[in-house]
């Protein structure tokens, strides 16, 4: 078994508010990794290229309805739909940055007032992360930067019910970054966080399953 040759790519999450940075950061970790010459794909949650993120989309945009419960699975689907295609790009050594997965589906849930584990049960089977940062920036001052859009969740209440859910689901697999700092700082901080979990997962780190 040559580690070598068949070491896997590591699976890197950020998550965070509407307007923490996330978006833009993702971008920049991307660039820099595949400047060092790794695999390395950018995705993000919800993908609204599939017919499921067609529907999430149009949710978001208030054109549809749907009940709390209904939207819910329907996030959790739209990963679920993906989740063979990352086993096999993490298999062939591809890393992925994921731009928001399971926990932002918990936390804005959560948010709602839908029970917590009711929340977290679709989502149990999906691949765990190796990393999730969080991007901490408290919620009015992420409204403060340019404001928020127009969609659904884009409101300061929310919001901070929102963070709040977050913080209940930190473990020790998180690592907490200071949002708020200057974006260099955060993007340093960012790419010490990637190189660790891709050197990890080279080094034989096996894939396992959330909710771990
Ligand atoms: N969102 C995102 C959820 O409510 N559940 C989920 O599972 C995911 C992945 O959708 F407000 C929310 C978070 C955000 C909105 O996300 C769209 P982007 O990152 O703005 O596209």
Redesign the pocket.
């Known amino acids: 078994n040559d580690i070598r040759g068949c070491s896997r790519g590591s699976l890197i999450v950020l998550e965070g508010l509407?307007r923490s940075g996330?978006?833009s950061q993702c971008g920049n970790l991307l660039a820099y990794l595949q400047g060092k010459g790794f695999s390395v794909e950018a995705w993000?949650?919800?993908d609204?290229s599939t017919s499921v993120g067609k529907m999430?989309s149009a949710y978001?945009a208030n054109e549809s309805q749907l009940d709390d419960r209904t939207?819910?699975l329907l996030?959790?689907a739209?990963?679920w739909e993906k989740r063979a295609l990352m086993e096999n790009k993490l298999k062939s050594g591809t890393t992925l940055i994921v731009?928001?997965?399971?926990y932002?589906?918990?936390?804005?849930?959560a948010a709602k007032g839908l029970n917590i584990e009711w929340c977290k049960a679709p989502e149990v089977g999906l691949i765990a992360p190796d990393v999730v940062v969080y991007l901490d920036v408290p919620p009015e001052k992420a409204a403060e930067r340019g404001g928020y859009g127009l969609?659904?969740?884009?409101q300061l209440d929310f919001q901070g019910k929102?963070a709040e859910h977050y913080h209940n689901l930190l473990d020790s697999s998180w690592e907490i970054v200071d949002g708020s700092q200057s974006i260099e700082s955060v993007e340093r901080q960012l790419k010490d966080l990637a190189m660790h979990s891709i050197l990890t997962c080279q080094r034989g780190k096996p894939l396992t399953n959330l909710w771990s």
């Open positions: 509407d996330k978006t993000q949650f919800p609204r999430i978001l939207i819910h996030f959790s739209n990963r731009d928001r997965y399971s932002s589906g918990v936390a804005f849930s969609e659904k969740y884009e929102v």
